[in-house]
């Protein structure tokens, strides 16, 4: 199982990107997608996750992103993704995509993600 996130890059505050989180080796509609990410100095947080299929693509955010980012996913891509719009400095991360079975509602809780990818950088500036 690998995961490839992309999209990560320098923008400035207000700006928008999209992140990509792209499967091989597993079929992502049946495992829960999330994404989580790691600011220096600071412990990796939840930022979003969106069920498996036959859950209803059910999806949640972390407070601090709820209104911003939109997490989706393209089946025939094999492909989550993370739609971040009106972004600001504090929103300046690593960012990793993970990828799990558990239950759906332990999944904000990165101790149960068995699959991670290698991180993509975002850095927003003031």
């Known amino acids: 199982v690998q995961l490839q996130a992309s999209g990560g890059g320098l923008v400035q505050a207000g700006d928008s990107l999209r992140l990509s989180c792209a499967a091989s080796g597993h079929t992502f509609r049946n495992f829960h997608g999330g994404w989580f990410r790691q600011a220096p100095g600071k412990e990796r947080e939840f930022v979003a996750a969106?069920?498996?299929?036959?859950?209803?693509?059910?999806?949640r955010y972390a407070d601090s992103v709820k209104g911003r980012f939109t997490i989706s996913r393209d089946n025939a891509k094999n492909t989550v993704y993370l739609q971040m719009n009106s972004l600001k400095p504090e929103d300046t991360a690593v960012y990793y995509c993970?990828?799990?079975?558990?239950?759906?509602?332990?999944?904000?809780?990165?101790?149960?993600?068995?699959?991670w990818g290698q991180g993509t950088q975002v850095t927003v500036s003031s």
């Open positions: 969106i069920s498996r299929s036959g859950y209803g693509d059910s999806t």
């Open positions: 993970a990828s799990t079975q558990i239950l759906w509602a332990y999944a904000d809780n990165m101790r149960h993600y068995t699959n």
